[in-house]
């Protein structure tokens, strides 16, 4: 009987332990068309693409983005064509990212693109601010080229889990 109770109590630790560490979200590795990009996202992304006005001239913005756990994630990006044009394109992705929320400017985070081309003005922004219908949110936010393809990779939502934004952010790389 006190065998029985001791194993009985063992596999409910273990359980709540297996629980415990069971993530919450989904991993997958995506690779958008036409990205060049790999990338990790916790569920399976919805694409949409339309033209934009991104620092002065029109360009194909391509969107893969999904929601889980009541968070949303995704990967935007566009050719630029010009290299004079990548600079003030990734600034114009990042102050758009904030405007959405009504935040200000961001504390600034690690930013370690494998592949990507190296530009003063590629960052990793925390940001703070609310949704139009008022929601309060988080936001984390990435801006970096590769060539004159720019990128911003993005997590939003209530609350953003530490271990979340770092698997996502850290997943992502560029290349052939």
Excluded at 20 to 31: G, I, K, T
């Amino acid at each position: 009987m006190q065998r029985a109770r001791s194993i009985a109590i063992t596999v409910a630790g273990l359980a709540a332990a297996l629980a415990a560490c069971s993530p919450a979200l989904d991993w997958r590795e995506v690779r958008p068309a036409g990205s060049g990009a790999a990338l990790l996202l916790p569920c399976r992304p919805q694409a949409l693409t339309r033209t934009v006005a991104l620092a002065g001239r029109q360009v194909r913005l391509a969107l893969h983005a999904c929601s889980a756990a009541g968070q949303t994630w995704s990967l935007a990006f566009a050719d630029v064509d010009d290299p004079a044009a990548v600079g003030p394109a990734l600034e114009a992705l990042g102050r758009a990212a904030a405007a959405n929320i009504g935040a200000g400017v961001g504390s600034g985070l690690p930013l370690a693109v494998a592949g990507a081309t190296p530009n003063d003005a590629s960052r990793r922004v925390a940001l703070v601010g609310r949704l139009p219908d008022g929601t309060a949110v988080q936001e984390q936010v990435a801006v970096f080229t590769r060539g004159t393809r720019v990128f911003q990779a993005t997590a939003i939502g209530p609350h953003l889990p530490d271990d979340g934004v770092d698997t996502f952010f850290g997943s992502v790389r560029l290349g052939p």
